[in-house]
């Protein structure tokens, strides 16, 4: 095999995009998937590759030094891309503990196993980080209306062609995490370059926008809305809906993905979106069209599902990333216009109910039951 490579969380959302595109594109790259299956985690997302030759899928917990620097020995691997993590905002809330643990904990957990692996042989390694944009806090909504963007992607280049500020997140801003997810992931990213500057571990590090697209778990804005309004169950709409996020297609994150592992400079961060901003309210709309014209019912007749609710604790205002460095050097863009990604994301939650199902059973119904009955 010319490479052997770790990726963490491939169970999960992106993750499981990830290990999919790399399983497929490099016939001889050994592609290990190593996830610990918590709630996000579902091997279920990965049949069509599981049973190919360069693929392998090791239950492991990232937190597990021994168990790690075992497998890389074992594996002779050169590269890691880590995705592990707890991912959900409002769970942060709850239980910024576990958030702790996992994202910073596993994250230093994982880095001391490369380091002690690797042993300052770094020709050919590479440690890459996947972060996110709410490191960067929140930026103000200084145009409420909506400006034209300063770039079109052709994330962006349809009917909705609009930025709600002048401001955008680049790679030099300081961090200001407000939420404990966004702090532990924060956390994450300084032990990630430490290891860079205290023993030149190859790192790279990468902060997206909002992703969507198949396999979201359901806990998420666009999977949970898209559930809630085929089943015609309330729509919690945080605050007055105005939040403003920055949407990307999964597909488009794992292709930028695969271009910075390749291609990426060490010690380099890359903002990773699409000028693709939607005010939360704009979008459940858009959802509420979209599922009812597939379903057959006439469009709009969920709207009276919308239902405020108490604001998010800490609710970031708004995201933009800037993408340019990333476009301009390494010459990745957004392959799909957000209106096409929708309409491929809704039709694909509605033609896996089962998938849905699975997921959704069990503990984790008995979660939402419990975040939303006050409300
Ligand atoms: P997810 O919650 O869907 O999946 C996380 C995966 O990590 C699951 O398979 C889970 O089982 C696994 N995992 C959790 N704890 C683990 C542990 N201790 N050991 C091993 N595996 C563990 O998350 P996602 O939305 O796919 O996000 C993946 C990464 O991308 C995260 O690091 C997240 O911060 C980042 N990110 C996400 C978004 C987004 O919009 N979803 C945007 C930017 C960045
Ligand atoms: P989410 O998908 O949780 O992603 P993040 O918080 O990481 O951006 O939420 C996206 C936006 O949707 C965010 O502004 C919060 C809002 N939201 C709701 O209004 N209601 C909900 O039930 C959820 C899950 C999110």
Redesign the pocket.
Known sequence: MKRSIIITGGAGFIGSHVVRLFVNKYPDYKVINLDKLTYAGNLDNLKDIQDKPNYKFVKMDICDFDGVLKLMQDEKVDGIIHLAAES???RSIKDPFTFAQTNVMGTLSLLQAAKCYWDGNWEGKRFYHISTD?VYGALEMTNPEGIKPPFTTKASSGEHHLAYGSKFFTEDLKYQPHSPYSASKASSDHFVRAFHDTYGMPTIVTNCS?NYGPYQFP???IP?FINNIRHRKPL???GK?E?V?DWLFVEDHARAIDIIFHKGKIAETYNIGGFNEWK?IDIIKVLINTVDRLLGRPEGADMDLITYVTD?AG?DLRYAIDSTKLQRELGWEPSLQFEEGIERTVRWYLDHQEWVDNVTSGEYQKYYDSMYKNR
Do not use: A, I, Q, S
């Open positions: 959900h905002v409002d709410e909002n806990e998420k804005l949970l919690p709409v945080y809906g939040n996020r939360n998010r609710h």
